[in-house]
């Protein structure tokens, strides 16, 4: 995507081969910054703090901190300690688990010497194939929201709401959830997005708002209460949101408060989609509820925010009163029968195992 005329990935290796580029998404609205990551131990950080977030974009990140652990030990303890270091970072988006497998697999059979340059293929190829998989994502859904522009009045925007940020910050390119939206906007078709914030990390407000606004996409940001109210009122024609694991059977773990959503859509009729890249497939589970892994993260991050002060300061402020006991429980599972369908590179399905293995057969 475009910032300021300059195409921008999220992530991307520079030309000496000796770091990687990442885009600061903490700093983000307030300020556009660039990192250098130049080892292992930064890419887990980078990970593990959130200066890159969102599952496909997790994954990516996991695989070029393995290309830059290879240069320091290209030896099977240093693979191993690199996957390990990495896996431990994040629980809940398993992209991170399918990229550093992907990264073992092709790394651990080859001579030592093969493998720097083997690592930064893979992990430029697992980049490359993100993108390619939500530009489709981004066709199969647009279609969708074409669909929903005919069933409106002539030139009566289309009223989209999501959840967290599914878009390219959230990936290496175009997003998932969001990547139907620019296609759709890229096509002519009037739309609008409805942009929860996104407590506690307000990913919404923060990140999902910055991107529509440097592409032009007409928006509005939401307290994350007030999506059941729209639909109530005829304001939402249809949700899409992303998803950090999904199960085999269609169940959707995303960012805490996904599930709310689907449930207020499903009482009123509202359709809730899904962008769905595979790799966000978790083959090995059938019970999202029960076999996810749910990740709890600092305290903090629901008693204080952070923004911008009207000088130009960035201040954290408490909100709660000291000493009252926080939880920060940071994705809940929707089950898959509050999902209408799948927006995966392959086409819409069902949220089922059959629909699944419609289209992905290779995996029955
Ligand atoms: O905690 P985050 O910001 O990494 O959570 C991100 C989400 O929940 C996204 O919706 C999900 O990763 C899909 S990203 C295309």
Redesign the pocket.
């Known amino acids: 995507m475009r910032i300021d005329g300059s195409a921008y990935r999220t992530i991307w290796p520079e030309e000496d081969g000796r770091a990687v580029a990442i885009i600061d998404q903490t700093r983000l609205p307030h300020d556009f910054a660039v990192v250098r990551l130049t080892t292992l131990e930064d890419a887990a950080h980078a990970i593990r703090a ?1 200066l890159v ?4 974009l ?1 994954g990516a990140a996991a695989a070029y901190g393995v290309a830059l652990a290879m240069r320091a030990d290209s030896g099977d303890t240093g693979l191993e300690r690199a996957c390990a270091t990495l896996l431990a970072t994040r629980p809940t ?1 398993v992209n991170l688990r399918w990229a550093l497998e992907r990264m073992r697999a092709r790394l651990a059979p080859l001579p030592e010497p093969e493998r720097v340059a083997a690592a930064d293929a893979e992990a430029a190829s697992i980049a490359d194939e993100d993108v390619a998989i939500n530009r489709a994502i981004g066709g199969h859904g647009a279609a969708l929201i074409r669909a929903a522009a005919e069933r409106k009045r002539p030139g009566e925007p289309v009223n989209l709401l999501t959840h ?3 878009g390219w910050l ?2 290496v390119d175009w ?3 969001l990547a139907p939206v620019y296609a759709a906007f890229e096509q002519g078709i009037p739309l609008h997005v409805w942009v929860d914030e996104t407590r506690p ?1 307000n ?1 919404g407000a923060s990140l999902t708002a910055w991107e529509l606004k440097h592409h032009g996409v007409p928006h509005t940001v939401i307290a994350d209460n007030v999506g059941g109210h729209l639909m109530q009122h005829g304001q939402v024609d249809l949700c899409i ?4 694991r999904t199960t085999a059977t269609g169940d959707v773990c ?2 805490i408060g996904t599930y709310l959503k689907a449930l207020a859509a499903h009482d009123n009729g509202v359709p809730f989609y899904v ?1 769905l890249p595979s790799p966000t497939i978790d083959w090995t589970i059938a019970d999202g509820v029960r076999q996810i892994p749910i990740e709890e993260r600092d305290g903090r991050e629901v008693s204080e925010l952070t923004g911008r002060t009207a000088d130009g300061r960035i201040e954290t402020v408490r909100v709660t009163p000291d000493g009252s006991p926080v939880a920060n429980f ?2 809940d599972v929707t089950p898959a029968r509050l999902v209408t369908g799948l927006i995966t590179e392959r086409g819409v399905c069902p949220a089922t195992r059959q629909g699944l293995l419609g289209l992905f057969p290779e995996r029955g």
């Open positions: 959130m977030r969102g599952a496909p997790i988006a967290c940020n599914a959230a990936t997003g998932t959830a990390r990913q949101v992303g998803t950090d995303n960012k962008g940071a994705f």
